[in-house]
């Protein structure tokens, strides 16, 4: 027989609060993004290029990510 308890919490419905900042965070990524959308130049070891900076940061934004994913800390 299920019984209730007080400490016991109902399921959440939408997004948690880090989904939240989560979500937050990336539009503001996106925002500065798009504000920068001038050519730079860009040189990565010993290949020098010119890319747009919005190019730039979206493949900054997503390496950032994909370590973040890989490190190993959950919290």
């Known amino acids: ?3 209730y308890h ?3 919490r109902k399921p959440r419905k939408g ?4 989904q939240w900042a989560a979500i937050a965070l990336v ?3 996106l ?3 798009l504000q ?3 050519f ?6 010993l290949i020098h290029s010119t890319a ?4 730039v940061l979206l493949i900054t934004l997503a390496a950032g990510y994909v370590i973040g994913r890989f490190s190993g800390r959950r919290g």
């Open 1 to 3: 027989m299920l019984s």
């Open 6 to 8: 007080p400490e016991q």
């Open 15 to 18: 997004p948690a609060p880090k």
């Open 27 to 29: 539009i503001v990524a």
């Open 31 to 33: 925002v500065f993004i």
């Open 36 to 38: 920068n959308l001038a």
């Open 40 to 45: 730079v130049r860009v040189e990565f070891f």
């Open 52 to 55: 747009p900076l919005w190019l």
